[in-house]
């Protein structure tokens, strides 16, 4: 029997209704990008992109993904206790980056100053998305004899959480209704697994908070998690319900938020032992509160960190707070990083061979741009219009929108100094399968090719040892993101408008 098309076909009475209904579970779930205009009696917000339907992806390639996320977690905090591998990973970077220099120059200053902190926490996510060999016998349209291949890996900042769990709980809900239900075509619930993203960051926060313990402090009577955020956050309906589940818990742990730079140094103080104190008028509390994990929403442009930035972020990593993430884990999202990575034996530093092995198989090609062997190789690929074509052009911290691809890089190359050539990795192009799903988004609703992006969140929290050794005391897999775009476009930014978060449909056996 011929497989049924998917997504079905739905009669343009059946595609209003599924179309309502999404905009009523919107309505009544927050799944906002941000504050798009505020008035003195109301807010209005712009709706994040979502799939009208879930797309299709591999269910083996889905519990690969899970599975191995724990390693890519205690990669990724021994990489953050390693100094020597990260300067060497981004030395090229430091004559020339602003935000290198002022990241790696704080960490300088805070190792001068013996910092008092061995425990730290990650929230991570590690991206895929599938890949059709050159060998394949399938077309592009098929989503089988694919490999699971990473796109990048985020250790700051990390975003989305919270959009896509109530994405897939809106496709969950539709699914119980019937919705997707035409003739022969039938969506299975249990294909659509379950995400608590949510409650897996909560949790994780929560634990290093009462690692951190009681107040040190004299003057502290209590404790707390702060939130460094930027002034205008787009994305505030993604990081506030992290915030709500702290205060929420059975035994809630207080969290406060504050921008990033000036108020950092206007409502904070460290102790001589350095503890942060936490003390801002509008709290109206007699005492100052002790800060026990600082959580980072921003802090990752280069603009943050003039001198104030520079000052503010030096004070929270010199604190006795636990940090999420500290400085050297904030730098190892550089792209740079990871493609020191996929250097040979690089893997084998931090992991086991088995353990190296499984992440190796999901790496493509990624060269430098420098003037080692390797690099001069990498620039006659960028270089040539009929090579560059097979390869994107990142700069080191992405940011999305900032990827140059296939036959623009030659051009892109030429315009600038060539010594601005090694802050570039450049990365063999993933040719994903090409499906098809309507998506719904503040531009309109398109139907017609895309291609899918699955991100692991991974939590952990970790001690350093005397020898700069990491003794993991969580590592847990915290849930998923996926989003879906048009495969005419490049970039997959969902703040931009150019993705929709999405639920995956498994299809096949998980192997």
């Known amino acids: 029997m011929a497989e049924q098309a998917y997504p079905p076909e739905l009669s343009e009475e059946r595609l209003i209704s599924l179309v309502t209904q999404i905009k009523v579970v919107f309505s009544n779930n927050h799944t906002k990008l941000g504050l798009t205009t505020e008035t003195e ?6 709706p994040v992109g979502v799939s009208c339907f879930p797309t299709k992806f591999p269910r083996s390639q889905f519990q690969q993904a899970l599975d191995i996320q724990k390693i890519y977690n205690k990669l990724y905090c021994a990489v953050a206790e390693d100094d020597d591998f990260i300067y060497n990973a981004i030395k090229d970077l430091l004559p020339g980056d602003a935000l290198a220099n002022a990241l790696w120059g704080i960490y300088k200053a805070a190792k001068k100053a013996e910092s008092v902190q061995d425990i730290s ?17 399938d077309s592009l349209d098929s989503i089988s004899n694919t490999t699971l291949k990473q ?6 900042s990390c975003a989305g959480a919270t959009h896509a769990n109530k994405v897939v709980d809106m496709h969950r809900y539709l699914t119980r209704r019937g919705v997707y239900n035409v003739e022969e075509n039938r969506v299975d619930l249990s294909s659509l697994p379950i995400n608590k993203n949510v409650d897996s960051l909560v949790s994780c926060l929560a634990l290093a908070h009462s690692t951190y313990g009681p107040p040190r402090a004299k003057l502290a009577k209590e404790t707390a998690v702060l939130f460094l955020v930027q002034p ?3 994305n505030i309906a993604d990081e506030r319900p992290i915030e709500y589940g702290l205060w929420n818990r059975d035994r809630p742990v207080p969290a406060y938020r504050l921008g990033f730079g000036p108020d950092v140094l206007q409502y904070t103080r460290l102790t001589d032992s350095r503890e942060l104190l936490f003390q801002p008028p509008w709290l109206e509390s007699a005492s100052p509160i002790e800060i026990s994990v600082v959580y980072l929403r921003a802090g990752y442009e280069t603009y943050e960190y003039d001198q104030t930035g520079l000052d503010a972020r030096l004070r929270l990593e010199n604190s006795t707070a636990i940090k999420c993430p500290s400085i050297l884990g904030h730098i190892t999202t550089f792209k740079k990083v990871q493609q020191a990575l996929t250097k040979p034996g690089a893997l084998e530093r931090f992991l086991t ?5 499984a992440i190796r198989e999901t790496f493509v090609p990624v060269f430098p741009l420098d003037e080692s062997a390797e690099g001069l190789q990498a620039r006659e690929l960028a270089g040539n219009p009929e090579t560059a074509d097979d390869y994107i052009l990142k700069p080191s911290l992405e940011g999305g929108g900032h990827n140059v691809y296939g036959e623009d890089i030659p051009g892109f190359l030429a315009s600038i100094p060539e010594s601005k050539w090694s802050s570039y990795i450049l990365m063999e192009r993933i040719q994903p399968p090409i499906l098809s799903n309507l998506l719904m988004s503040s531009v309109g609703i398109d139907g017609g090719e895309v291609v899918s992006e699955l991100g692991v969140l991974g939590t952990c929290l970790w001690r350093r040892g005397p020898e700069g050794q990491c003794e993991m005391l969580h590592n847990s897999v915290g849930g998923w993101t996926f989003k879906t775009k048009h495969a005419d476009i490049d970039e997959m930014s969902v703040v931009k408008g150019y993705g929709c978060f999405d639920t995956p449909y498994l299809v096949g056996s998980a192997e």
């Open 353 to 357: 061979d088995c353990e190296a092995a």
């Open 151 to 156: 796109v990048e890996f985020n250790s700051f």
């Open 232 to 234: 205008t956050n787009f």
């Open 41 to 46: 009696h109301s807010v209005l917000s712009q």
């Open 121 to 137: 926490v990650g929230i991570f996510r590690s991206d895929y998305m599938l890949h059709v060999s050159d060998d394949s016998s």
